[in-house]
């Protein structure tokens, strides 16, 4: 069997770094051909003496002085072409020796890389969700016009997708096929909860960026650990889901979940509900989507169920996480409300990060973007995208640096 050929866009996060311990477990399967990092060279140089990769990316062109000095240090054999900036890393993307790009880079600066794959007709592994709830529908429209394979990574759609009727899963993307397959009711999107389920709504306001990213089962790059502490998380997979199966916000349930040990589940209208389960462990969905339709191991410890103390399911507070709610709002607004929630979140969440704005005061920017871009009608190509993402980026920076912010602490 030929080995398929793997882009890894991200490859020193922690999607990253899970993708490449489960490819390592299947050499005879798999090779490794693009890495890209943003800019940090000593894990990248780790990674690049043991894949050997033919070409390496690396956004940051401040640190190629730093990467070219290190290379040099390699057998001239081993050492990858480089290519440095952003688009020209995005378009490694699309080379014509990768089988399977893995879209592993976080937030919005993901969409180059993620649409450069689909619409180069690769099977894209979709982790980066930002890109989707960003791009939305023309995301999907450039995935089906190269006959690109778009599968999700993200464990709750994962889990989804091995839910669903074998001969719909290979139409994930297809707008409204959950619509058309009357015989499923709803989605069910587990979530833990994050780390504040039980802090009373009061103690909120002092929330630390490291509490926030000290998630109880998950380990995470911090950008996603926050999205989990506030729920926004949770909303954007809501329309993460939405977008790739094609099926309307009221049919979408989300509920929490606080062992984390059913990925997400699927009720059908006699009553049956199919739920996939394991450890809250990255690799399961990794390994699931690099073979899929095959299997193979991921390193992942078999669920042990003497071990577990029981399952527990409760409805997530509107009060503590309004975060969710927006998500919602947002989805059912259309248009480039998605966009708008995504673009604004990404920019609270790292105002929070420096410590600049309280914790609360991430829903309240993310609501008052959305107030103001309320009447941003929807985009028609990625420019347009791109152009309403840096507005509501710039506004949302100047919401966070006013007085406005300081009153949510
Ligand atoms: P992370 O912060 O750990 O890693 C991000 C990676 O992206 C790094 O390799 C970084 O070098 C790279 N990067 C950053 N900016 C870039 C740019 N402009 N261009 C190219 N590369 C860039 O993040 P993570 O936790 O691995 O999350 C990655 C994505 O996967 C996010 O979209 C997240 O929502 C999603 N996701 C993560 C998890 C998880 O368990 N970590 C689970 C589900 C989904
Ligand atoms: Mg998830």
Known sequence: MDRRRIGLFGSTGSIGTSTLDVLARHPERFSVEVLVAHSRVEPLIEQIKRFRPTVVGLVDERQRAALDERLASLPHAHRPEVVTGQA???????????????????????????????AAGKRVLLANKESLVAAGELMLDVARRAGATLLPVDSE?????????ADQAALVGRAGIVEERREIDRLVLTASGGPFRERPLADFAAITPEQACAHPNWSMGRKISVDSATMMNKGLEVIEAARLFGVAADRIEVLVHPESVIHSMVRFVDGSVIAELGEP???????????WPERIESGVAPLDFGALAG????????????????A???????????????????????????????????????????????????????????EVDRAVRDWTADWCGSPLARQER
């Open 311 to 326: 399952l527990h399911f409760e409805a997530p507070d509107p009060a503590r996480f309004p975060a969710l709610g927006l």
């Open 88 to 118: 020209a890393v995005d378009d490694l993307a699309g080379l014509e020796c990768l089988d399977i790009v893995v879209a592993a880079v976080v937030g919005t600066a993901g969409l180059g890389s993620t649409w450069n794959a689909l």
């Open 281 to 291: 462990d990255m690799r399961t969905p990794i390994a699931h989507a690099l073979a």
């Open 157 to 165: 759609h994962n889990a989804i997708f091995q839910c669903l009727p």
């Open 328 to 386: 919602f709002d947002a989805l059912d607004a259309g248009a480039s409300m998605p966009l708008v929630l995504n673009a604004a979140n990404e920019v609270a969440v790292a105002r929070f990060l420096e410590g600049r704005i309280g914790f609360m005061a991430i829903p309240a920017a993310i609501e008052a973007a959305m107030t103001a871009f309320a009447a941003a009608g929807p985009v028609a190509n990625i420019e347009a995208v791109l």
